[in-house]
């Protein structure tokens, strides 16, 4: 079905995301994004692991959920291929480091959220939600089985990004993204804040035909310095804390019950 | 796992997290609250006697004496969603609304935003995303402009602007333009600025962020980069019956007239 049948291609939004899957239609060393077939507001993507980190070699593969309301909200992360750094299957968002995700600018774009990504991944883990802290042989080890990774939609990963060879000639990262992305941080989302389930349109078939028609402008040399200001801010999974909490709590007191019944009896 | 399931009852009081999760969950919902009030009001309202005023303050005489000495100025008002982009929706909304009437003014105005794309691109904004929302901007612009007569293009300024997606692309460009304008004359706005931030990280901080409220140095830019003056009539619980007025930049005559609340500001009309 055509793409003018399902969208209203009036929409600014919209018509945001067709320009970003033709800026982003042709795959880099470093990053891959498309969208869905069936939905402009669903895009996977695969993130080369940076270099000189222990997830060099590895093929990272994840989904991006828009807001109905983007760009004027933040894109949402969810990596799939196990990675040591971020949980998989979890929503995560972007902001600057210190702030809340309200201050995502509409200025940014899926790119940035793939950039900032890229770059976030060697920082500290800091107990951030949705953060893992595995170490850095188990991190060698995800990145090396990563190679082999299979998305259910898209298939194998790493294949686009290997083969995506050099592209001449592409700009540079302009300076104020360079340092944004620096200042970006990455972390799940705090969940009773925002609804963005309900928030996310349901829509159904889209075609790019010409996406693949344009190239990207795009400079894949990014700058990888680990030199960001991550978050320390204790927001841990409140949750998951409790639930342990109250799963020692109860043993505890089991343990104590049948002790004091073995010396009572 | 929503945060509301959390049962903070008798677990976990050794520690002090519980509590500011706490916190921040009364703070969530609050947000929460704002934001379901504020999407209930139109983007930009229609045309309202100044009178409409007095109905927020039935007991309160500070105020009724204040909107009292407001209607001496001003007859009609148009509200706007409280939800920090007011400033940049009224002053858009009110800088083309003057505009439709005037033939040539208007067209010196679209000039004028026609060639403020590259301005921004130089200071560094990706150029695609600059380019969508210029785009966009322009589209606006020349469907009111370009509208048969007066009232068709009030008509739609109006409809444009309580459609969410062009209304905040409206936003969002004029905070482009701002943040431009601050880092163009980075000299002179730095002195307002506090603590150690550059103008360039108060402009990624709390002007190009959508939602961030704005305060006297983005109207002053803002007024720069459009070319218009801004009267902006305070009222508060401040002493005296009288509004404060302030010509934004000073000494202009001003076209677009606001008025501030603590807050938020409205459209005022003569
Ligand atoms: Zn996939």
Sequence with gaps: MSLESKYNLKSPGVKRLMREAVELANPTEEYFATPLEDNLFEWHFTVRGPSATEFEGGYYHGRILLPSQYPMQPPNIILLTPNGRFEVNKKICLSISGHHPETWQPSWSIRTALLALIAFMPTPSAGTIGSLDYTPDERRILALKSKNWECTTCGKIAEKLENAGKIDAQPELTQEESTLIKQIALKAEEDANRKMVSSEPKIENVTSDEENTLRQRINPTVNTEPVINVETTVQRSNSDKLWTAAIWILITIIVLLIIRRIFLS | ?270
Excluded: W
């Design chain 2, 1 to 270: 796992m929503r945060m509301g399931d959390n049962n903070e009852g008798g677990l976990g009081t050794s520690k002090d997290e519980p509590q500011m999760n706490q916190d921040e969950m009364i703070l969530a919902q609050q947000r929460q609250i704002e934001k379901e009030i504020s999407d209930s009001i139109p983007l930009v309202g229609s045309l309202e006697p100044l009178e409409s005023l007095n109905k927020e303050y039935l007991t309160d005489t500070v105020y009724l004496e204040k909107v009292k000495d407001l209607a001496k100025k001003y007859k009609f008002m148009r509200r706007t969603r409280p939800d920090g982009n007011c400033f940049f929706r009224a002053f858009s909304y009110a800088n083309v609304e003057i505009l439709t009437g005037k033939k040539e003014e208007f067209e010196e105005f679209y000039k004028l935003a026609e060639n403020s794309k590259n301005a921004l691109v130089e200071l560094g904004f990706q150029q695609f995303t600059v380019e969508d929302f210029y785009d966009t901007y322009m589209e606006v612009l020349k469907r009111i402009k370009t509208a048969p007569t007066v009232e068709e293009s009030k008509n739609e300024l109006h409809t444009l602007f309580n459609e969410q997606g062009f209304s905040d692309y409206m936003v969002v460009y004029l905070r482009l333009l701002t943040s431009g304008q601050l880092q163009k004359e980075e000299d002179f706005y730095s002195c307002f600025i506090e603590g150690h931030r550059t103008v360039a990280d108060f402009c990624h901080q709390e002007v190009e962020p959508m939602y961030k409220e704005s305060d006297h140095i983005h109207i002053i830019a803002a007024c720069a980069a459009l070319n218009t003056g801004v009267r902006v009539v305070y009222m508060d619980r401040g002493t005296g019956k009288s509004c404060t007025e302030h010509d934004l930049p000073e000494g202009c005559t001003p076209t677009v007239h606001l008025l501030y609340r603590p807050g938020h500001y409205d459209i005022l009309y003569p």
